[in-house]
């Protein structure tokens, strides 16, 4: 992540910390893709004067929307854009694809975090609270919801000092935390591959933080860790491994991600509402979520902050293909495409694409092709001061640009090209697949 020197603009009685504002007054800036981040800074570059000449997005659904005067479109449909325009990515999660995305279509683009910091947190807050709810749901009806939410994602975004302040600090962006690899649903096209695991298991409380205490004593900071499996609802020790996650300082925010099949009992609510840095993430399957409406009764009496993700759009992607279906160069093709999963851990294992890490569960991988590049680190070493685990194993990891074992057995999940397919498309049993 590029850093750059912070300066305070006085253009107005309104302040945002930026990198020299000057050297983007001039510019038309465009931000991607819409959330709390890019419209929040909307509003503040607006108020400082800058010219913002669109909001692109992924998703069809905003797609011909506007945002305080600025159209909301595809960025594919940017073709015209002025000399002088630069796009600024505005989402850590998928930073890198976007940037890439951008690239590839010829736009100049930089990260958000060149423009602002944990100390802008306020001013984003306060601009963001500007925003009615008419405004968002104008937009996509699921954007309602981000009032609920949004000074949480803000502190996902914003980077503390103290890691800034580091040299080299080793940042995940977004992470999955695998605790379960039961599901109530059974989603052909599932992210994590739940639909293979014929004989799903949950892991114990004990390997679920030991795995996510030796990663946090090897990086910096993750700013949003996803508790999933599966159905994490469906652990029996749910509320503990939420807790002892919200505890880590390094951690910034903790979604836990459930498809609304699964509704939590009184108890467990009481207990997730005492967490000031966790939120829910309700995935609406239409039929298959059949508690949705009970959930966010329950969620909304007992305080707790959820975004409810209606209007889902799936992508036909991760596809498993025959391992020697494909040469070495196509195989790299795909994976420098690749949207590449969130970084994951299960257990004591690790890997940059939840896929990944699923298909080495599954031991879909063949040996041959993970010497080549493996597709997990081994956490088990984590306390050795050389050993696998270490730091500079994860970072390698995780700026590797050459194709790991498990591409060989992933078609990826690039948008390019993919398909459209109705969201959460059910299995009839554990769908079958090649062992090594």
Known sequence: METCGIAVSQLTDRKIVCMDIQSIRHNTLYLMPVNVISLSLC?????????VGG??????KTHGKQFRGVNI???????DLPPNAVAIVCSF???????????????????????????????????????????????????RDLRNVAKLRIKQAL????????????????????????????????????????????????????????????VDHVRDVWVLGGEPLLHERLADIVEFTCRQRKVATIAIVTNATVLPGDALCERLALQGNLLILISDYGDYSKGKSELLERLERHGIPYVFMSGMVWYEHALLLDAYSRSPEEVQESYRMCARNCTSVAERRFSKCQVALSLELLNAIPPEFEALEK???????CNGP????GKEEIAAHMRSDRAMGACYVC???SRDGAVRIPPAVQATGALAYRRF
């Open 43 to 51: 509003v503040e570059l607006q108020s400082n004067g800058c010219v």
């Open 55 to 60: 909001i692109f997005d992924n998703n069809v």
């Open 73 to 79: 479109s595809s960025p594919h449909a940017s073709k």
């Open 93 to 143: 999660r998928s930073e890198a694809a976007i940037a890439r995305q951008l690239t590839d279509m010829g736009v100049r683009s930089i990260s958000c975090q060149t423009l602002i910091s944990s100390a802008d947190a306020d001013s984003l807050a306060a601009s963001f609270a500007e925003i009615d709810a008419k405004e968002l749901n104008d937009i996509a009806p699921q954007y």
């Open 159 to 218: 980077l503390p000092a103290a890691v800034y302040e580091k040299k080299n600090p080793l940042i995940v962006s977004s992470m999955n935390l695998m605790i379960t690899e039961r599901c109530s649903l059974r989603c052909r096209n599932c992210s994590s591959l739940m639909p293979y695991f014929a004989h799903p298991r949950d892991y114990s409380f004990e390997s679920v933080t030991d795995g996510l205490a030796c990663l946090l004593e090897r």
């Open 375 to 381: 597709s997990t680190v081994d956490l088990s070493a």
């Open 386 to 389: 050389d050993g696998a685990g």
């Open 411 to 413: 078609s990826g999940m």
